[in-house]
């Protein structure tokens, strides 16, 4: 299927892809004149443009028999509603979305006053979160990013915390901070232990680090009491991000103890504007690592896979060029979401709609997979050295964005090679200074 | 102040109180009629009844400068859009409900109809969460509930973490199974290591408890990347409610190495229907405990107070009477609310209208003011001996009852005695056996 729009191939948003976002026009927004206010609307991603979903909506062109129950799923500026709607819906939203932007299809292709209306070139527009964020949990499901911190921070014979094999370990984030790509972010300020004078001292947060990771973001979820079999826990996932978990590691070594992460968390978690659905991702499917010793019956999947979708972070210095520091892949995760939904929901928690769960670090086997600079950088021993004169990192430094990119097919290698990429665009976010103590 | 209505001295709901609420009727609501669907109304506590918000914004009686300008900000089921406005709102609407019900006041007093309307019994209504809760985060702030963690789990000598002292230790929290008072929550099951075959199993939590907590609701909040300076931190708080923070002890023993509590705590966190404001505690302040080593400057108050308000917790088993458990208060508490709001957003982190700050489980120095059973119990060692022949108990059965109270005020001793009563009702939950698995 070709779209009538023309797509680049290098383009992370063919009509195979159709992430969605909400976004907003400078001038005007949504479909508003120039005149009017900035309006937040919904929206897909294709080639250089947007396609506003409400706009195709009040053209009566959601006609399937489940969206036309729904007219008004899309007259708003957060998905929720059209998430909560489940599986049935999306993908009958897909499927509908593809016919109209097929270049076989004249309902769109040939109404100009509509066309105008609801496809904005990118160039346009500011993203915005496009749900409204529920819980949000962060877990730490990959093997190699579990195994180098416990080398870092215990000893290679005892890398894995025991339980780490037998559940996905995670622990409750926070929402209220996640922000979208593009944000800048700020430096904090923190509790941390003096190494010289061995006391806790407050100053601003000598250690900025960026986490890659992946998001899920869930489309339904369960009442209190209940749980999601990790069977069927795919048809809850609405679709995947990226995430920069931005740490702060000297505060997190102080506080961490005993009860987990905390302000080292908080302060700042990013994700990329377009949520990418599973079924998008569907074609790009791979098997995940195998699990040994085997996991409790409450965690096996008959059908347990992952996503080969390539990860890679880089450093923009100010002023300076972009430095690749970690290529990794989603396929290396050792635990599934459907998994970490299961474990989530098997004490009875309930998931809800919006609701995020983030992978954690998805790093791979090779040096160059490490995917945050406490592992790439191996505690400080080995800085990352920038391109163009940049000097070298341990940790950011002011005035440094981190850019995370992702994407799946489109050359390049991998299950999906010589597929039309599917890619999720950016999370990208710039570290600016610590506000006075 | 006398309110017109006759108030039974033992009440929690003086006309001193005025705690804010949310109730529906049986089978009408709010101030529908019989036949009306069940509607969710905001509400204050007098004495057995209700008193309706909306019934009294709708008639006009909220009219002072600030409230004037908000006409619908009681006219919806969650107290958010009002404690956003802030303190000069809510002691606003304190002075006038006072004046409104008080018995020199005519204009609700000698109004017939608008009294059937906005008055309701409580024996005929149900109550409800008043707010809609945004993120949540559990502290762990009295000294004496991680000292004696330290000393079963650790050691007597190394009893405190070595951080405990410095910050307000706190993890975030599940927002999503926060559940009012009276809802029955379900014993978890859980992933746990088996004693005997020192292997990770699957089975029901054998190990229920509660955690008498205070919890902290925030009115308002802060933006990204700034802080709430601890010594004005109170006026972002609306008030305070009883918390029982249900804990699965051996799901967390081993789970919450190394990132904190996961599923040993998302699995129901229960509130009292009541937030009882800080104005209407005020008359109860107390100092709060001296630290020493003294803290850091963002930590720092220059009036450090708690409050006087006795807890208690009671096992109720089914069909047995109620037995005592824990009789403590407040006042025990080392970190103060102020100060977990500073520390939380010290590092920029945002809190927002409606996030829910727990104590964490409110124990005193003395053995019976030991707040969970845990502790009570001293790691099971001495079990609790239930009233009317109810066996004992180490952790809770199916069929239990946990009742939490909390009140200041109305004799009884401490600094509020003699003044009239300022209670905060119930926090009780029954606990329900856990689902097949
Ligand atoms: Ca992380
Ligand atoms: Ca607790
Ligand atoms: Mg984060
Ligand atoms: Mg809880
Ligand atoms: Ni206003």
């Given at each position: 299927m070709e779209a009538f729009l023309e797509i680049d191939p290098a383009s992370d948003f063919s009509i195979d892809n159709l992430p969605y976002g909400c976004y907003s026009t400078r001038g005007g927004g949504g479909n508003g004149g120039a005149a009017a206010p900035p309006r937040r609307a919904l929206c897909v991603a294709l080639g250089n443009s947007v396609v506003d979903l409400g706009a195709l909506q009040r053209a009566g062109l959601f006609s399937g028999p489940v969206l036309s129950k729904h007219a008004d799923c899309f007259q708003t500026d957060a998905l929720n509603g059209f998430m909560?709607?489940?599986?049935?819906?999306?993908?009958?939203?897909r499927a509908t979305l593809r016919r109209l932007l097929s270049a076989s299809e004249a309902a769109l292709r040939d109404d100009a006053a509509l066309r105008a209306e609801a496809i904005v070139p990118m160039s346009d527009v500011t993203l915005h979160l496009p749900f409204s964020v529920g819980d949000y949990t962060d877990f730490y499901a990959s093997r190699y990013h579990a195994h180098n911190c416990g080398v870092m921070f215990r000893d290679a014979s005892v890398a894995l915390p025991r339980n780490w094999l037998h559940l996905p370990i995670g622990y409750h984030g926070r929402a209220s901070s996640i922000v979208v790509s593009g944000t800048p972010v700020q430096r904090p300020r923190g509790q941390v232990l003096d190494a010289a004078s061995d006391t806790p001292v407050m100053r601003p947060c000598a250690a900025v680090d960026f986490e890659l990771e992946v998001a899920c973001v869930m489309g339904t979820g369960?009442?209190?009491?209940?749980?999601?079999?990790?069977?069927?826990?795919?048809?809850?996932?609405?679709g995947l991000a990226l995430m920069n978990d931005w740490s702060a590691r000297d505060v997190q070594q102080w506080e961490m103890l005993p009860l987990g992460p905390f302000n080292s968390k908080n302060w700042a978690t990013q994700l990329s504007p377009w949520v990418v659905t599973l079924e998008?991702?569907?074609?790009?499917?791979?098997?995940?690592?195998?699990?040994?010793?085997?996991?409790?019956?409450?965690?096996?999947?008959?059908?347990?896979?992952v996503y080969d979708i390539n990860l890679t972070a880089s450093i923009l210095p100010e002023g300076g060029p972009e430095t690749l520091v970690a290529e990794s892949n989603y396929k290396h995760i050792y635990w599934t979401f459907p998994q970490m939904a299961a474990h989530h929901t098997f004490g009875g928690c309930n998931l809800r709609t919006g609701d995020v769960l983030g992978s954690g670090t998805c790093s791979g086997p090779g040096p160059n997979q490490r995917a945050c600079l406490l592992e790439r950088t191996w505690g400080g021993k080995d800085p990352v050295k920038l391109e163009g004169g940049a000097g070298q990192r341990t940790y950011l430094r002011d005035g440094d964005s981190v850019v995370i990119r992702g994407w799946a097919g489109g050359g390049g290698g991998g299950g999906g090679a010589g597929r039309r990429r599917v890619?999720?665009?950016?999370?990208?976010?710039?570290l600016l200074p610590s506000p006075a103590l």
């Open positions: 909560a709607l489940g599986q049935p819906a999306w993908r009958e939203a369960n009442e209190l009491g209940s749980s999601i079999p990790a069977d069927g826990a795919a048809a809850s996932i609405f998008a991702l569907e074609p790009f499917r791979c098997d995940a690592p195998v699990q040994e010793p085997g996991v409790l019956p409450y965690l096996r999947e008959a059908d347990r896979h890619g999720f665009g950016e999370c990208r976010g710039k």
